[in-house]
């Protein structure tokens, strides 16, 4: 079981940097896969950036080269460095964890936010241009 906690969001104007964190509360010494998510009104809920147990990341395009994933285990902390914001970064950020599957082929992490089942609370972001 895990519980997340986000912060560090904020109003900046385009082309401005913010850091989340995401504090990660765990009973347990199991692994997981973490993830950012984000939601704009109206909006589905699409994966910005995935970063598996072994530290292999994944963006969206959308995010690619501004944004950096990053994990401290030691502090069971999850971070997002997001620079050159645009106005259409704007929404809330949520941090996600999973364990990972186990399949014939070994440990694997998942894509989508169907196959996340712990949400922090989530973190406004927004950026005027």
């Known amino acids: 079981q895990v519980q997340l906690v986000e912060s560090g969001g904020g109003s900046v104007q385009s082309g401005g940097s913010l850091r989340l964190s995401c504090a990660v509360s765990?009973?347990?010494?199991?692994?997981?896969?973490m993830a950012w998510f984000r939601q704009a009104p109206g909006k589905e809920r699409e994966g910005v950036t995935y970063?598996?147990?072994?530290?292999?990341?994944t963006y969206a395009d959308s995010v690619k080269g501004r944004f950096t994933v990053s994990q401290d285990n030691a502090k069971k902390m999850l971070y997002l460095q997001m620079n050159s914001l645009k106005p259409e970064d704007t929404a809330m950020y949520y941090c996600a964890a999973v364990r990972p599957f186990i399949t014939y082929r070994g440990d694997r992490c998942p894509r989508g936010s169907a196959n996340f089942g712990a949400y922090g609370q989530g973190t406004q972001v927004t950026v005027s241009s």
């Open positions: 765990r009973y347990t010494d199991s692994t997981y896969c």
């Open positions: 970063i598996d147990f072994d530290d292999t990341t």
